[in-house]
């Protein structure tokens, strides 16, 4: 079966634009998460998606939103992009139970410059 | 405050030997741990989990041990390949009042099997 697709796999944007990213989740999982990843912080929790409404949300600023389709297809959006932004953004999707694991996109690599 | 804590960042083993990866965290109401596996340009890959109810699971290869007094878990490889080169995350579950499960990672320990 199909695993998690994001798109774009890569994206450079400059200061102060905006960018979206987009996951499509594997068939049947409800359940979407993002997650953010960085050398120095490892992977970070962003927010969670279920049935095209947001029930978690980590500790970011409110530059960093998001949306679910009811197709269960996700996008976050970033803006005012800042340098410190620059970072692999990882897209899990699940049958909203940790037991099987949460599958993971490949991610899109954002370079801020 | 760092809840999952992978203390160690590199670990080389002998091919054929055991590899153990070790995590430790602070917060008691997690419920489940996960490990996942992560090569370079791509997004992790779930290995094995464990409840908070069990001490031990098996798959394969992997075994992951949980010791809760303790708040230890480590995963076990056996025999180790190169092939299980990669970064490894240790994973902790937790619900939150919403009722969305959360996953908490540890930074991760870069295996490196030698052949």
């Known amino acids: 079966k199909a695993g998690v697709t994001q798109t774009p796999r890569y994206l450079i944007k400059t200061r102060g634009q905006q960018v979206t990213l987009s996951c499509s989740p594997i068939s049947g999982h409800r359940s979407v998460s993002w997650y953010q990843q960085t050398p120095g912080q490892g992977l970070q929790f962003l927010f969670e998606?279920?049935?095209?409404?947001?029930?978690n949300k980590g500790n970011f600023p409110g530059r960093f939103s998001g949306r679910q389709f009811s197709n269960s297809r996700s996008e976050m959006n970033v803006s005012t992009l800042e340098l410190g932004d620059s970072a692999l953004y990882l897209c899990?999707?699940?049958?909203?139970?940790?037991?099987?694991?949460?599958?993971f996109g490949s991610g899109t690599r954002l370079t801020v410059v | 405050d760092q809840q999952v804590k992978q203390n160690s960042p590199s670990l080389s083993v002998q091919e054929g030997r055991i590899s153990i990866l070790n995590c430790d965290y602070t917060n008691s109401m997690f419920d489940y741990f996960l490990w996942y596996k992560k090569y370079p340009a791509e997004g992790p890959t779930f290995l094995i989990s464990?409840?908070?109810?069990?001490d031990k699971n098996e798959d394969g290869r992997f075994t992951v041990f949980l010791n809760k007094s303790a708040k230890h878990l480590s995963l076990h490889i056996v025999p180790s390949q190169p092939g299980d080169s990669a970064v490894y995350f240790c994973?902790?579950?937790?619900?939150?009042?919403?009722?969305?499960?959360?996953?908490?990672f540890g930074k991760g320990t870069k295996l490196s099997v030698i052949p």
């Open positions: 994973a902790a579950s937790g619900r939150s009042g919403a009722g969305s499960y959360q996953l908490t």
């Open positions: 998606y279920f049935s095209e409404t947001q029930r």
């Open positions: 899990a999707s699940s049958f909203d139970s940790p037991v099987y694991g949460y599958t």
């Open positions: 464990i409840s908070s109810i069990k």
